[in-house]
């Protein structure tokens, strides 16, 4: 039994923040190295989780319909933006999705679905009340991924 394990596929969540990019070029830079299809997701949370906390104007239904709307067209221009970078990098293939649900639960699923064989994300600083209530994400995949999951820190790496 060989423990060299190839990497052809390359999950990678991403959440549009500032540090959206610098993650998903390093995970591209690594799907490049390894010649890997690199698959970028973005998960809506679902509000069935925050129903304690607030009452929308608009039914949850309707509110999250949009919201998974406006995220395909944001993922759709967020890929836009890395086709060049993932082509220079040598990223065999480049998709994306889009799920509603549990954020950690959803990046496990999905990279269980498509046989990945490595998740690269980062980390994020939850701290205090916040941590408490919803544990970190990175966390959860760490902990309930089948493949290997390569954290990174884009406070302290890569700029």
């Known amino acids: 039994m060989s423990i060299i394990h190839e990497i052809k596929k390359v999950v990678t969540p991403v959440d549009f923040s500032d540090n959206s990019k610098l993650i998903a070029e390093s995970a591209g830079y690594l799907a490049g190295k390894f010649g890997a299809s690199m ?9 069935e989780d925050y129903s304690g ?33 993932c082509k220079k990098a040598g990223v ?34 939850y701290k205090g009340l916040e941590k408490i209530m919803f544990g970190s994400v990175a966390d959860k995949v760490v902990r309930a991924a089948n493949c290997p999951v390569m954290t990174i820190n884009p406070y302290t790496c890569c700029k």
Do not use: R, W
């Not at 480049?94 to 980390?123: H, P, Q, R, S, W």
């Open 53 to 85: 906390f607030f009452v929308p104007q608009m039914t949850l239904p309707t509110l999250e319909g949009e919201l998974a709307e406006s995220a395909e067209v944001k993922m759709a221009s967020f890929c836009g933006e890395m086709v060049d970078y």
């Open 92 to 125: 065999k293939e480049l998709n994306y999705k889009v799920f509603m649900g549990d954020v950690g639960e959803k990046i496990v699923e999905y990279a269980n679905e498509i046989e990945a064989d490595l998740i690269v994300m980062g980390t994020h600083g």
């Open 39 to 47: 698959y970028l997701v973005f998960i809506v949370q679902n509000f």
